[in-house]
């Protein structure tokens, strides 16, 4: 009597509705994060704040959202992933209703802390729990689909952003992303399945890595470009109100050139990090820092071309944070492994 063969397991089922919900949670937190750098002049008016009090806002938010990333996959490591997730989307829904009624400067931060913990959660989540709704095969193509919501995102905050809150005010816009996040948050209560955690990853995994030789230097020379570029883009608007001079139709023209730009480099990011990857991650923040010296002496002699320099910083910008193309080369020695969810 023959022994039947072993039958492979079948794969398991493709669930892109949930991926296209998980791609919207990333457009709604990366819109949410970038608002407040279109709206900064209005909102600190309206606050009675300084602009820089104002643009502190960006500072709470990527501060929390740093240490939410490093820290939720092991304080959540029993937990229904479906359910952490939903649970981001609700915090952001609070943050954004606390910031479009904030009296003050205290509620605009603390809807900004909880939009911090959403955002830095959701990233060190998303891209896991993506690769476990689909086969393996089509993982490169459902990761490119989660980033793609990151320069819509970038477009949509920095252009509409501006122009919209010209039109019925910056609280009003607030308003607009909480019903997104409302339209996110029922996507996804319908779309995403149960998912018991895999692979808690402890937080001595974070101290391990951290002592490999030159991780230490590479993560601080990454800080140090991200603090740049963030410091640049947070005030970039009074800049161009104050320097550039500007009106509002200039501002938010200028401002679609930036989200533009920035999605033009997205997509160059892969060409140049495939071709030379430390040349790269080299020219461009020097690049970037002469845009920027060259803003702060030669700025306000003509506005086109500080749109061009805005423009084109935008544009550089990408290949210093972009992840790289699912599958590729790049991707694999640039990224590191993803949090297990």
Not at 116 to 139: C, K, N, Q, Y
Not at 293 to 302: D, I, K, P
């Amino acid at each position: 009597m023959s022994t039947p063969l072993p039958t492979a397991q079948p794969a398991p089922p493709s669930r892109w509705f949930a991926v296209l919900a998980l791609t919207l949670g990333v457009f709604s937190l990366v819109m949410a994060e970038f608002l407040p750098a279109s709206l900064l002049t209005p909102m600190a008016d309206s606050l009675a704040i300084s602009e820089g009090q104002a643009g502190q806002a960006v500072t709470v938010t990527a501060v929390v959202a740093l240490l939410s990333g490093l820290l939720v996959t092991a304080v959540t490591q029993r937990l229904d992933r479906r359910h952490v997730l939903l649970a981001f989307s609700l915090l952001m829904i609070a943050a954004n209703l606390v910031v479009a009624f904030a009296p003050g400067l205290a509620w605009l931060l603390l809807g900004r802390v909880l939009l911090g913990i959403a955002l830095g959660g959701f990233w060190a989540l998303s891209a896991a729990t993506v690769m476990r709704l689909v086969p393996e095969h089509d993982v490169p193509r459902a990761l490119s689909l989660l980033f793609a919501g990151v320069p819509i995102a970038t477009i949509s905050a920095a252009a509409l952003g501006s122009y919209l809150g010209d039109l019925f005010g910056w609280r009003n816009v607030f308003l607009l992303a909480t019903a997104i996040s409302v339209a996110t948050l029922i996507f996804q209560y319908v779309t995403l399945p149960r998912m018991t955690p895999e692979r808690p990853t402890p937080l001595g995994t974070l101290v391990s890595v951290m002592k490999r030789p030159g991780m230490m230097v590479g993560i601080v020379a990454i800080l140090l470009v991200f603090c740049g570029h963030f410091a640049f883009f947070t005030y970039v608007r009074p800049f161009l109100e104050g320097v550039s001079h500007m009106g509002i139709n200039a501002l938010s023209s200028t401002l679609l050139a930036f989200g533009v730009a920035n999605f033009v480099g997205t997509l160059a990011a892969g060409y140049l990090l495939e071709r030379s990857l430390r040349l790269t991650l080299l020219l461009m923040p020097l690049v970037m820092g002469s845009l920027g010296w060259l803003l702060a002496t030669l700025g306000g002699f003509s506005m086109g071309t500080d749109a061009l320099m805005v423009a084109l910083w935008a544009s550089l910008s990408v290949p210093c944070r972009w992840p790289g193309r699912p599958g590729s080369p790049v991707s694999c020695r640039m990224k590191p492994r993803v949090a297990a969810a």
